[in-house]
Structures are given as C-alpha cells and as structure tokens.
C-alpha cells in the first residue's frame, strides 16, 4: 500500500501570503496524484489532477507540481475561503490511498 | 451537470450489514468512460476509500475491508450501491458516492456524503 504522508499537519497563514503544501508518497505514484480541499460540513473539491491538472472551475491562483515520490499544492495569494482542510490521493497503485490532510488556518 | 445523491438508512445495529444506494443524474452509469467509488470519512477524521465499479461490474476493494464490501450496479436505475457486512462502531462514518477518473488520479463529482451511525 502507498502511504502518503502530508506536510504540515497545520498551516497558519494570513490572507493574501502564499501558502505550500506537501505531499510524499512511499513509493512512486508517477503522476497519478489529486489535491481536494475540505471545508466543513462539505464533501471535498478536487482541485488538481494528474499532480498539475487544475480541475474544472478552480481558480488560477492553485496549482500542483511534482512527480514520482514529492508532490506540492500552491495557493499563490490566499483568499479567506481558502481556509480549510487539504487532502492529497494516489492511484498509482491498489488500494487508492489519501493523506492524513493539512489544515489550513488562518494566522 | 452529473450529480449523485447517496441514500440509506442512517442507523444500523452491530453486526447487521450496511447498505447504500447512490442515485446517478444528468449523465449514465453505463459509460466506459468513468469508474465509479465509494468513499468515507469517520467523523473527525481523514477519508478512506472502499471500492471502485466499472460499468462492466468489475470491482476493486480496499483490502481493509477484509471482503466485507460489495458494490452492486444497476445501470436500468443509473444506480449502483454500497453493501458492508458485520459492521462495528468502527464503521460510523460520512459515506460519499463519488465519479471518478479512469486514466488518471481524481475523484469528481462527490455526492453529499450520508451519515451512517452504527449503534444498538
């Protein structure tokens, strides 16, 4: 089983700073890699696919990069809806597997 | 616009067998083009996946499961459904039906999620 191990598990920031998050798998997940984000009460948002893909509707200011084992989600200019809980998932490899999460909060 | 709607009992006794239904809209079921999952998320706590459905009825399973999950579909409904037996408190979550990505990594839409508390 692919572990994914989430970096950091909290994330304090202010409003308009930039905001990066890390994602590292076990094992190469090639590009088979997603971000969601989570606020609560909510079911979750992809936001990236493929490791860098912005999904459907997302804004710019997202953007995901990495390959193989290393992954990180950017949030270029954090906006106060940005605050909330972000998930990484590979399916690489059977099981599919998700990160433990990093919450992000604000400052 | 695809959407899915999960629905179920929201209590179930230990020991009796989970069951869910996720009612798909504004796209089918029957596409070779999606898979098709079912997620969870324990209150407080991170997401776990169960399973994934093609339209075929192939099936893939979290082997945490330990065999106690099935994923029926019923593509005359634009349906298919989650079956957990011998559940235990342990099994009290948020379930999501979700669509996701056949070539690459992503789950997308997510239904609402359905809360299922297992408790005598």
């Known amino acids: 089983e692919v572990v994914l191990t989430q970096s950091p598990a909290i994330l304090s920031l202010s409003p308009g700073e930039r905001a990066t998050l890390s994602c590292r798998a076990s094992?190469?997940?090639?590009?088979?890699l997603a971000w969601y984000q989570q606020k609560p009460g909510q079911a979750p948002r992809l936001l990236i696919y493929?490791?860098?893909d912005r999904a459907t509707g997302i804004p710019a200011r997202f953007s995901g990069s990495g390959s193989g084992t290393d992954f990180t989600l950017t949030i270029r200019s954090l906006e106060v809806e940005d605050f909330a809980v972000y998930y990484c998932?590979?399916?690489?490899?059977?099981?599919?597997?998700f990160g433990q999460g990093t919450r992000l909060e604000i400052k | 616009q695809l959407q899915l709607q999960e629905s179920g009992p929201g209590l179930v006794k230990p020991s009796e067998t989970l069951s869910l239904t996720c009612s798909v809209s504004?796209?089918?079921?029957?596409?070779?083009?999606?898979?098709w999952a079912w997620i969870r998320q324990p209150p407080g706590k991170g997401l776990e996946w169960i399973g994934t459905?093609?339209?075929?009825?192939?099936?893939y399973y979290n082997p945490s499961f330990k065999s106690r999950a099935t994923i029926p579909i019923d593509t005359s409904k634009n349906q298919f459904s989650l079956r957990l037996t011998s559940v235990t408190a342990a099994d009290t979550a948020v379930y999501y039906c979700?669509?996701?990505?056949?070539?690459?990594?992503?789950?997308?839409?997510w239904g609402r999620g359905t809360l299922v508390i297992v408790s005598s």
């Open positions: 979700v669509r996701q990505y056949l070539g690459g990594a992503g789950f997308d839409p």
């Open positions: 504004g796209g089918s079921i029957n596409t070779r083009s999606y898979f």
């Open positions: 459905l093609y339209y075929s009825g192939s099936t």
């Open positions: 094992q190469s997940v090639n590009t088979y």
């Open positions: 493929d490791a860098s």
């Open positions: 998932q590979q399916r690489s490899n059977w099981p599919i597997t």
